[in-house]
């Protein structure tokens, strides 16, 4: 059995906002074998909008102290985050303290407050990497028993789980991997130009009269291409696109009513997995393209 | 005196990345690359160049580095490889550090007031403290007026067990050590200096 | 010639060719009708089966003039070089096979098909019989030395070059030293020198030295080429120096003469020239940090803030219209200047358009602003003089958009370069006579009937002969112009320039000594000759001829300078007595050709139409539109031409008293921005043609029968439309009442 460390973040606690994200994900690696550790103890990653409250040292010293309590717990094992933002703060903190010694050396003067030390050497990955990588295609193909056969899927990428970094070296403007997700799920991927599209992140929370604009013409690019539900890889694009639906029906005038879901409820789906063991029952906007499959 | 350097000196110095502003060759990919262009009284190129044409007040008080919701879209696309997203970051703590922002931005409250306070008072996000806090940062009135807009989506969210209803929340193990450790990283931060 | 002509002609089956057609008959046009004494055939012939089943004949002296009927003569040209002069390529794969749409069974296309095919054939024995073994071009006290005219990096490092390589190089320099522009710079850029960050030492020292002390290097200080006449491997100058005079004989020329600055007092008001003692030119600048200490010329205080004005009086029609290239990067050198010497007090900055920064120079152009040079996108809306010393500079800054001073110590303005070379108005009317004489600042006084200087290539003005694909040539054989004399151009350019010009000079001797072409038809041995007996003197061919190749004699008939001729044979077509001919092309050979192609009859409703093709760009585009299988009407015949240049309007008249119903040409594109290979052959074709309605008139055949397109080498996919719609207009007429007789 393949063993992670594993990094929930805040929005995969119990009863959190991408609960249902959590509980799928436990889901789709218990039936690939997939052992996750968590990290005892983790703290916020800080997000991309902790630069604002925390600077530089203080916002990586988050992150830093993560990584610390995990090579404490688990040695150098790759760590795994399935939120964008999270995989995002933690793997730049773990560069800039491999490449920059004054940071890791201020860094690791803040960690000895808490007793701790990191010097590097942890590869954070993102679970959608794990299954590229070392599941493979496939394995993912060959897993499924209820092939998703004429589902209309939009493979919504978002920013974080794409850029800066990337995944697997797919290009930044157009990836290719979710649309082969879903194919490998037996779905159909549709055009989608606005794949990479940004959905107004965190602004949605302070200014969501302009963030509403984008995740609108997000969703109105999904339905106009025939899509029944979206799919994304990343947390704050699932909490934008579904739980906002409604708000952004009341402020322009729409009347969206699709819903929006993880890949990984679709592989536990196509798995032949429960709908709850896929945390279907968790979604705001109910998943019922997806019930024919259940 | 215009286009004097002092201001781009200290922008290279202290704040996050700021080194790489001299760097920028002002071709425009990062202006036509943001989602939220529409939004920016100033395009990041324009900012840039402002900071090496020394116009302190207009950059340092102005709304834009807000406006980034870190998409990274122009970090990918600049030809000159600058970090972009992480400099408007950067140039936005700067304000902040030099009191220049305007205390009335929303993004600015939301992420300096509220995030940053609701992660290092427990050491994770409580989502429901979180967005409460933020409702209510104009007072009472405007808080459940907020609130009462939303209270479809929080009810959406309490019906599929993805908000927590508690918005109290305990502490980590951990938390006096990481709290130490966060004032120290503060302490350091003072006086740190890019290196080139 | 002194042997008899034994031809073989070798048809190849292969690529479809068997299949699709009758092969029988083919034999049966070359023997029979073409009396071709060997007639072979082979599945593969280009096969080294099939090419030893040539070489064998060639070998038993079976055979010494061979026609390849196979495909395309820019196919397998490797396979098919064999040691003869008199060889052909007959093309049935590409422009017969390959262009025709026949369907399985559908008869009358294939006998359409198989008719093209023997026409082509026809041709190709035609053209073989009429073709003679050319003589070559030999002259026993020719010259391989090269003359170099300047002495700065460009003369020295081209004379450099010729020397390294084993030649003889005279340089040749007005003033008293060498180096020219180069003893005036303080550091120079860093082009040859990773990571390209750092200023580089001037090396222009040790490059004067290096050519001072090769023994292979003649050098000339104050002096000047006073007459250049005779032709590449005779050039006879005369060298003046003062009043002394030397004569010399060299092979080609290398002119290396620079750049001079735009003359500032003529820039724009606006940049602020002549304001204030602080308004300086690059160059001004530049010999300040060489002297040592950079300061305001008004006060001698440190200049500690300077601003550049990039593109001063250049990018501009009411100035130079063009970019110089060199300034860009010479400027943010001169910004590393006031860096380096006044560190952490100074600021500069560089009001720019666009940035330029050829070769490696992008890593130049990050290291300066790395070191703090401010660029500014915008430009100088006024300067004025400030009371405390230094100028106020109003800039438009294009970004933020604002209108604000920027007070420094110095503004320096980034003048463009003007090349020294006097040039000649390529189309004006020959200075029959007059352009003989010296001219005082002409850098060559060319003895040459059309005039003593270099003819300009556009409006801009450079000595060069084509924009794309020849670089160095001017249209003066052996004549070649390297860096800022040729176009403006930094150091890195200058240099590599200057080889390239250094190997093209060598070439051009050697081609010459040989007897064979020097370009753009390297190795061609023929060359035009006239027939005195039929010549009225009427002078079209030394008018006409591109490259000034054709003097006068004293009685008035032409003088063929073959080593100045690049076989174009625009003086061939331009000939109305037709006297004009190569050992290998002649007026008569295509005739010839044209009358041997078979015209159906009237009833038949088969219509002819002729295409005169450029080999240069049209005959590829054409094997293009064959190799993307795009059909084109079966009763076309194409016959390539060398140039348009040599379009003979009798060959209109042939092609209509056979019976042609429609005569089409294709010429490359010509005016300012032209792509002829020879400058002005397809331009000259146009102007014969427009004449054309007078034959057609006598003829009483309508004008539309005769139509000139322009064809690019990328044209391959409008071609088949440009062919069809002239097939359609053309059988829209009545048939040529010609036919049959
Ligand atoms: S990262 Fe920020 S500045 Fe850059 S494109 Fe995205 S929103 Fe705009
Ligand atoms: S994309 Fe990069 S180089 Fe271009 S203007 Fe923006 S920051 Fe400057
Ligand atoms: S490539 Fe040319 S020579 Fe070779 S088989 Fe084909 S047609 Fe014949
Ligand atoms: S090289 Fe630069 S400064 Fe010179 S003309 Fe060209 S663009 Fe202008
Ligand atoms: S062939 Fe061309 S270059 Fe030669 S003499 Fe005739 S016109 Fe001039
Ligand atoms: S064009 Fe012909 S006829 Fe006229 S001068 Fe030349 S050779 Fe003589």
Redesign the pocket.
Known sequence: MKEYTFFPGCSSEHNASAANMENSVQSMCRMLGIKLNEIDDWNCCSASIGYAGGGQLPRMALSARNFALAQKQRGNTDLVATCAACWLAMRETNERIEEEAHIKQNLNTALAEAGLSYDGHIKTRHMVEVLIEDVGWDTLKSKVTKPLKGLKVAGYVGCQTNRPFGVCGDSFENPQYLDRMIEATGATAVPFPMKVACCGGALMFSEPEKSCVLTKQILQSAVDNGAEVIVTPCPVCQLNLEVYQGLINKTLGTNFNIPVVYYSQLFVLAWGGKWEDAALHQQVIPAEPLRRFA | MAYDLTFAKDVYKKSEMGQWIKMCMQCGVCAGSCPLRAHWQHSPRQLFQMVRAGMRDEVLKSSDMWMCTSCYNCIVRCPRELPITHIIHGLARYAETEKMTDPQQPTRRFAVEVFWKNITSTGRVGEAMLTMRLYFLDGLGAGIQRGLEMKDSAIGMLKTRRLNPIPFRGKLKGFDGMTKMLAKAAELEAKLENHA | MEQQKKIGCYICTGCGIGDALDLKALKAIATKEQKIPVVKDHALLCGSEGVAMIQQDLDDGTVNAVIVAACSHREKAAEFRFDIDLMDRVDLRDKCLWMLDVKDGDETAEEDRQMMAEDYLRLGCVKIKKMNIPDPFLHSEGSKDVLVVGGGLAGLTAARDIAKAGYNAVIVEKSDVLGGKMNAMHKVTPDNQPPYRELGENFIGALISEVENDNRIKIFKNALVSKTSGQPGQFDLVIKNGSTTKELRVGSIVVATGFDPYDPTKLPANLGYGTSPDVITSADFEKMAKEGKIVRPSDGQPAKRVAFALCAGQRDKEHLDYCSGACCIYSMKQAMYVIDQYGDDASTYLLYQEIRTPGQMEDFYRSAQDKGAVFIKGDVAGVSGNAKGGVSVKVRDHLIRNNENLDVDLLVLATGMVSTVDTLDPNAPSPVGTGRDELPGSILNLQYRQGPSLPRLGAAGFPDSHFICFPYETRRTGIYVAGPARRPMGIAATMTDASGAALKAIQAVEAVAHGVAVHPRSGDLSYPS???E?????????E?CPFGA?N?DDKG??LFNPARCRRCST?MG???????SFANYSVDMISSMIKEIEIPEEDEEKPRILIFACTNDAIPALDMVGRNRSSISPYVRIIPLRCMGSLSLVWIADAMSKGFDGVMLMGCRHGDDYQCHNVRGSALAEIRLSKVSETLQRLKLESSRVKMVEVNIMDAETLPVVISDFVEQISNLNPNPYKGF
């Open positions: 006239y027939r005195p039929g010549c009225t003197q009427c002078k079209r061919c030394t006409e054709i006068e008939n032409p003086c331009a000939c109305p007595q037709k006297i004009i």
